[in-house]
C-alpha cells in the first residue's frame, strides 16, 4: 500500500489517516508513504515533515515515509501548483510501482496521481469533509480520476461527507462510510493527568476549563468562540479558556487582533484565555478540560477534537456543522452559532459532566480505533481481491485494544 500525502501538517484528516496506516501495517500489511510537501506554512506556522508528530510515529513503527521535497505554500487547502517536474513524476512513479493499491489522504492528491505516465494503481480516496465544492481544483481532479477508473472507493468518514460528495457527483456505489476512531488507550479519562495538566498552567483543580482544539482557519469560526470565551468568563470568575492548534499562538497577529475586537475593554478576561499552540499530549488537555468546544460553520465531517475529548471525560459543545449534531447526541450539547447560546452550553455541560459520564463511558467501543482499521481493512480486502486479485489481506489487531464483540 502506498499513501499519499499533501503534507505533514497539523489537522484532524492527518491524524486520522496516519493512524489508519499504523494500525494496518500492525496488521501486516505493507505500507510507505508519499509526501508531496516536505514543509508546509500555514495557519501562521512553519511546519516541517521531520517534526511532525504524525510523521514520528509512522518512521518509528518502520512505515517508510519519503517527500517529494516541496516548501511551497498551501492556499485554501489546494496544491500551490499542479506542475510537477520530471524528477518528481520519476519518484512517484517509482513509489506507485511498489504498490498493489494507493490510498490518496483526501482528494488534493489526486493532482499527482493523475498525471500521465504513472503506473496504473487502483486508488481509495479518504475525504474527511462535508463541504466538496469548496476544495478548489481537488474536486475536478476526483472526478476525472472515477471517470477514468482509477478511483475504485472513497472513504467517507462522516454521512454528511458522504451526501455532500454524491450531491457533487461522486457515484453512491463508491462512497463508504467508516466513522472516524480514536486509541482508546491513549484517549480515557486520567485524574492524574487532569491535576498535573491543570498544576502545569496554575489552574486550580476545581476551576472550569473549556478547551478549543482547531487550526486557526476561517472554517473554525475563531471570532465566535472568543465572542462566547469573553461571555463565559465575565460569568464564571474562576474560569478558563485554552486554545490549541496550528495557529493558536500569541505569535499570530491574527489571533491578537481576534482577540482585541472580541474583548474590547476587557483585557483583564482576556488573561484567562490560554493559548498553547501545537500539542503533543492532546490525551492530557482534554483529560485537564471539563467541555470541549467547536464553533465551525462549515466543512467539518466528523471533527477529531470532539471524540478525543469526550473519551476523555470532557463534555462536547459544538454548533451544528457535519455529523457533529448526531456524534454527540445523548452525550453533550448542540448550539446556534450564537457567543450567549454557546456560553451557556458551556455551563450547562460542566454542570452536567457528572451525570454525563457514564453515558460518554458507554459509548467508547463506538469510536474505538479498532473498529475503524477493521472497517478499512475489510475494504482495502474488497479493493486488493476485485482489481488486483492473489492473497487476502488480513485485518490483525493491536494487542490491547478493545475489540468490538461482533469482530
Known sequence: MLSVYEGFFSGGARIVHSDVVLGLAEGGQSHRVLSIHGEVRREATRQRMEDDTCYRALTAAGVGVTSLGRSAGLVDGALAANVFSGPELAETARAMAGADVVLSL????????????????????????????????ALDELRAAIADGTVVACVCCAESTRAAYEAAGVPAALLHVIPNGVDLLRF???????????????????????????RYAPMKNVPLLLAAARTWLAR????????????????????????????????????????????????????GADAVALTSV?????????????????VPVTTDVGDSASIVEGLGFVTAPD????????????????????????????????RMIAAYATLLDEVYASHVGGRRIVAQHTVGEEVPDEL
Request: hydrophobic residues 45%; contains cysteine; charged residues 20%.
Open 236 to 287: 464564571e470568575p474562576e474560569g478558563h479558556v485554552l486554545m490549541c492548534g496550528a495557529g493558536m499562538t500569541g505569535e499570530n497577529p491574527a489571533l491578537r487582533a481576534d482577540i482585541e475586537v472580541a474583548f474590547g475593554g476587557d483585557r483583564h478576561l482576556a488573561e484567562r484565555i490560554g493559548l498553547l499552540g501545537v500539542r503533543h499530549d492532546m490525551q492530557a488537555v482534554y483529560a
Open 339 to 370: 457567543p450567549a447560546a454557546i456560553a451557556l452550553a458551556w455551563s450547562a455541560a460542566i454542570a452536567s459532566r457528572a451525570e454525563l459520564g457514564a453515558a460518554l463511558d458507554l459509548s467508547r467501543e463506538r469510536f474505538s480505533r479498532t
Open 188 to 214: 480515557r479519562p486520567d485524574p492524574a493527568a487532569r491535576l498535573a495538566f491543570r498544576a502545569s498552567l496554575g489552574i486550580g483543580g476545581q476551576a472550569p476549563v473549556v478547551v478549543f482544539a482547531a
Open 298 to 314: 462549515s466543512g467539518e465531517a466528523a471533527p477529531l477534537c470532539l471524540i478525543e475529548g469526550m473519551m476523555c471525560g470532557a
Open 106 to 137: 483526501k482528494e488534493q492528491p489526486l493532482a499527482l496521481v493523475n498525471q500521465a505516465g504513472l503506473p496504473r494503481r487502483p486508488v481509495v480516496v479518504g475525504l474527511h469533509r462535508s463541504d466538496p465544492e469548496n476544495q478548489g481544483p
